[in-house]
DNA sequence: TTTTTTGTAATCACTACTGTTATAACAATT
DNA sequence: AATTGTTATAACAGTAGTGATTACAAAAAA
């Protein structure tokens, strides 16, 4: 008679990451690095070289700086510049112009809690003072950060 | 002879929002004040009817409380208790306990840039440092507040 | 043993991100 | 006017996180 013995160990991990805030916002400043530097070269093709992306991906980037007022962008003959100086614009104009959004908020709060519970009825307001203080001293962090400051650093 | 006008009209109107914090964060802190309040109730269920949520988003999160020695959950019988003080657990353990990574990085930066270019070999560890800085001031605005203080607001 | 609850896997629908191809529009050059 | 190089944008694929849901095993008390 044979005895077979069989031994099965499983390890599982999981590992639930958050949604990081998009490379977008890094591409976008790396761009206007770029475009700080050496204006003329800027077409989106070179841009792209840079960041190591797809010239589309740049191009969306630059659609979004240039609604943002931050830079202008001539089609067909290319290339482009920052319409305002670089001391002037900080990581927070970036930011804001690459999110894009109406209610730019950072924290999601669950919402319809019942509010049959104390807990429930009060939580959305009571968290979402504290989260947007949050927020705030994150963005106001970016905001001391100008262009001009990290193009110094690129030297 | 017929001469046909066809005008088409198409406003395209495309926002794009960035993703945001998981709603994790914020039913976490309504399950852990809810345990604060009355732990015998503390059941999945109950804890569910007062966020409005399925039992199952309820029981995940409590596995990462759990995991992070924030609470301790009794199969079976029910029920969860706090493993800290309330004044002792702020907004910044909550975070950390549901953000549940190694690298718990808010901001992501695109990677591979083109080391032949100045802007590219840099723009990593210089944008890094003041992302960095910038997500510290958010969190450490996230500690300042216990979860003892945000239930003294729902009485 | 039965009942209640927790623990967890699996799946689904949804959304955002990033890369890619394709094509139209634009502007300067020839 | 045609050519060339560029921007603008639509469309789609692949990947990944979110949140709801079903299903079932495991634990603990009655």
Redesign the pocket.
């Known amino acids: 008679m044979t005895l077979y013995l069989v031994v099965t160990i499983m390890v ?1 991990t ?6 990081q ?4 916002f890094s ?1 976008a400043v790396h761009t206007l690095s770029l475009i700080a530097v050496s204006p003329k070269d ?5 841009i792209a070289r840079s ?10 980037i ?2 979004m700086l ?1 609604k943002a007022g931050l830079v202008d ?8 510049t920052l319409l305002k100086d670089s001391d002037r614009i900080t990581l927070l104009d970036v930011y804001r112009a690459v ?1 894009a959004t109406e209610e730019n908020q950072l924290f ?1 709060i ?1 919402d319809n809690p019942n509010f049959d519970c104390p807990v429930g009825r009060n939580i959305e307001q009571v968290l979402q003072a504290e989260l947007r203080d949050a927020q705030s001293v994150m963005e106001q962090r970016l905001a001391q950060t100008t262009l001009d400051q990290l193009i110094e650093k690129f030297k």
């Open positions: 599982t999981v590992v639930i990451q958050v949604k805030i998009s490379t977008r591409i800027c077409t989106g093709d070179f960041v190591n992306t797809n010239p589309v991906v740049i191009r969306r630059m659609g240039k962008v001539r089609p067909g003959v290319g290339g482009a999110n999601r669950h």
